[in-house]
């Protein structure tokens, strides 16, 4: 999930713990809702609104609901993480640090009419 979506739904990690549901997570966080800046820079001559937040440090925000948490800030941190979040047996979750994605060909402007 981006780290948008990860706003939206944070609070389900709470029922994943309790569930003890074996979920990994990996977030893509680069502080962007990206596919709706991508909408906005194409369909609205780069005229942005509300796309761009502060980043958050997701693996402390799981830890705090109980959720094993790894955070991969550069690309030779994935492959070590990926293996200790799929060993862990319970929840985990990777925040993953990248760059804002709102350059990428997304179909966002046609959902949006």
Request: charged share 20%; proline share 5%.
């Amino acid at each position: 999930m981006g780290d948008g979506s990860f706003g939206f739904t944070v609070r389900e990690l709470e029922t994943i713990v309790r569930k003890k549901i074996p979920l990994l997570m990996i977030v893509i966080s680069n502080s962007v809702f990206g596919w709706i800046k991508a909408s906005q820079k194409v369909g609205y001559g780069q005229r942005y609104y509300s796309v761009d937040f502060s980043r958050s440090d997701h693996a402390k925000i799981a830890e705090a609901y109980g959720v094993r948490s790894f955070a991969a800030r550069e690309p030779a941190d994935l492959r070590p993480a990926l293996k200790a979040a799929l060993e862990c047996g319970g929840p985990a979750l990777i925040d993953v640090i990248a760059q804002p994605l709102q350059d990428t060909a997304v179909p966002v402007s046609q959902w949006m009419g």
